[in-house]
């Protein structure tokens, strides 16, 4: 497993503390394969005291001391991945149609590479007769997300099937979104705010009207009201 540092780079563990040795030998003459107790950074020792606060020092001019090997970067939420499995499977249903016709279809039509390497994960359900697909089609879009994100494919179906999770998620984007709306509406000038609406998909109606949500405009002295688009058609 690789780490990604500020600057873009991938580093592998083995390089990331050779380079550290390296450095700590430079700036501050400390051989990690030498060091013996009194050049620990553990207990209360002044040594220890000492070599953490010119680590700290070091670290604030350094980027490379500022990669943590053991802290994973931050994971998708569930909510995000059943999104993107929901695009890949729409991808998936027109690129499983047309392989079964034509099957260099892509190569074909002149999509780039990336596109045609995309779909590798997902190989073995892609050979499926059309009787099976329909069963395997979920484990496919699954297959692509999980090796594109390089993320674990069981964890992430767990994730997926975690429904509580998801309505949670679900609830709290809502909730954002709803809240960067208001804002905009809030400061927008009365002819931005159609845009607003039209933007974002929400649209005004009156206090009967069934609203998801209001907002009190104090410089107009009134109260709008606003709802889905989706939840009026």
């Not at 590479?113 to 359900?125: I, S, T, V």
């Not at 998620?169 to 607003?196: C, D, I, K, W």
């Amino acid at each position: 497993m690789a780490y990604t540092a500020r600057d873009g780079g991938m580093v592998w563990p083995p390089d990331y503390r050779r380079q550290i040795a390296a450095r700590l030998r430079e700036d501050l003459g400390v051989d990690l394969s030498t060091a013996g107790k009194r050049d620990t950074l553990r207990g209360r020792g002044g040594r220890a005291r000492e070599l953490r606060a010119e680590l700290k020092r070091l670290a604030e001019r350094d980027e490379l001391l500022r990669v943590v090997p053991h802290r994973l970067q931050k994971q998708p939420s569930g909510l995000l991945l059943w999104i993107l499995c929901g695009q890949v499977l729409w991808w998936l249903e027109h690129y499983y149609a047309a392989r079964r016709h034509d099957p260099h279809h892509l190569l074909r039509v002149g999509a780039p590479h990336w596109l045609a390497k995309l779909a590798q994960p997902a190989e073995r359900q892609l050979a499926v007769t059309p009787n099976r697909w329909p069963v395997v089609r979920a484990a496919a879009a699954r297959a692509v997300v999980a090796g594109e994100l390089r993320l674990n494919g069981r964890s992430m179906q767990r994730r997926l099937h975690d429904r509580r999770r998801l309505r949670e998620e679900r609830h709290e984007s809502r909730r954002r979104a709803r809240e960067g709306f208001l804002f905009l509406y809030a400061v927008a000038s009365p002819t931005e705010r159609q845009v607003v609406l039209d933007r974002l998909g929400f649209e005004e109606c009156a206090a009967t009207g069934e609203p998801e949500f209001c907002l009190r405009l104090r410089d107009e002295n009134r109260i709008v009201y606003f709802r889905s688009r989706s939840a009026s058609s």
